[in-house]
């Protein structure tokens, strides 16, 4: 059976390993672990290196790693308020240097790896969805793996949307290495 990761690269993202259509373990879907860093956090590569290492050791090579593809939602000054979904030349910049800490990890493993747009992915996973948002996709994630765990800890109240991505995105996998949903 095709393995496949999802990464939603965002701080607060999350990952996800399916073998299959199903995740072989609810422990499979994980927020995207972070360290503190001089300005800002970072992803923790060092945690990111072991999960993957250690799910690659129990079931094999993956074929495809499926990372979200960084956009930018436009610019506008520092420190003048949001609007229109603009994000501040600091944030685009953190963005940036953080999905490429993720992509150059994966690369470093000898990964494959494929990149979409978010529209793409979405588009295929959220099939006969009329809304391709975070909550369709949480909503796709109840329906076809119950058993998952989307919250991020014990104390969470809601689904980490994050997470649900991130198993979008496997799933997006699965789909380019010809495994057809039911």
Not at 2 to 30: E, F
Not at 59 to 88: F, L, N
Not at 100 to 115: A, H, K, N, S, Y
Request: glycine fraction near 12%; proline fraction near 7%.
């Amino acid at each position: 059976m095709p393995h496949s990761i999802g990464v939603d690269q965002g701080l607060s993202g999350g990952l996800c390993w399916l073998t299959g259509l199903l995740p072989t373990d609810p422990q499979h879907v994980i927020t995207m672990p972070t360290r503190k860093a001089v300005g800002s956090n970072r992803p923790d590569t060092r945690k990111l290196k072991d999960w993957v290492g250690n799910l690659i050791r129990e079931y094999g090579m993956p074929d495809i790693v499926v990372i979200e593809r960084t956009q930018a939602m436009g610019s506008r000054k520092e420190g003048g308020g949001q609007s229109g979904g603009q994000q501040s030349p600091k944030s685009l910049v953190t963005q940036g240097f953080n999905a490429g800490i993720i992509v150059c990890l994966f690369e470093f493993m000898d990964l494959p790896i494929e990149e979409p747009a978010p529209q793409t992915w979405k588009a295929a996973v959220l099939k006969g969805f009329g809304k391709k948002d975070k909550d369709a996709m949480i909503t796709v994630c109840r329906q076809r793996f119950p058993q998952l765990a989307l919250r991020s800890g014990p104390r969470a109240k809601k689904d980490h949307d994050g997470m649900a991505d991130a198993v979008g995105l496997a799933l997006f996998g699965q789909y380019r290495v010809g495994n057809v949903p039911t």
